[in-house]
């Protein structure tokens, strides 16, 4: 259990982010997933107690630990890099709600046989976009109106058309951090997230017409699909540059050790 210390700090941090999101979006909130890698399991319940339901996790081990111990009516968000063989491990987890990085049609077709029978809903996946082209960053190339078809096209169509269990809800990106630190509120690489997302819209809707009616997009939405950019140094730039869902680590949870100083 956190410590009444630790409890009250988690509680304002969360208070400030959503009033944040919520001043910054323009009607309904953009959807806040607090990011919880290398927190522990009673931090995450902290949040849930406040109605928080939305959870990132970058690691397929410590998200599969998190989601045995932690309750089920969490909606788990996978962030990290996705390899097809750790498919398998992810979707065994019930109320695993969203993997945010896909990349490959080799990841895809794992995920969709994966799933268990008797789950209900289908899996939700994003794009992963490299907007910035950083080398070390994963993604594929966004779309561009001299670019408008390429891998990322053929991709949204793999999924729409051979994974049924699927459900295509939109694109994501990182982008560059001088972005964010530099350019106010005008992030070019969120506006290249939105005009891929454009593209890849208009390219759904003639390749499938009617037939890919409730194939992408939100849940419970026009088919518009969604756009996961902004972290804590820019969710609100994000937000007002047409972000949906926001994905916050250390302005809810504090500075992390880096990767290094968790190995063991
Ligand atoms: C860690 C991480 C975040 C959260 O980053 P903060 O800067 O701590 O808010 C968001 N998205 C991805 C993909 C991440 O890996």
Redesign the pocket.
Known sequence: MASRERKAELLESLAEIRSRVASASPATPALLVA?S?YKPASDIQVCLEDGQLDF?E?YVQELVEKAKELPLEIRWHF??ALQSNKAKTLAAIPNLYAIQTLTSEKAASALNKALPSDRTTPLNVLIQVNTSGEEAKSGLAPLSEDNPSGELTKLAKFIVNQCPRLRLQGLMT?GALEQSLNSGDDNADFERLKETRNLLHGFLLSEFQDTGKGKWGAETGDGRLLLSMG???DFEVAIKAGGDIV?????IFGSRKTKAEMAP
């Open positions: 990011v890698k990132g970058n962030i990290g990182i972290m804590s140094s994905r916050v680590g250390t302005g």
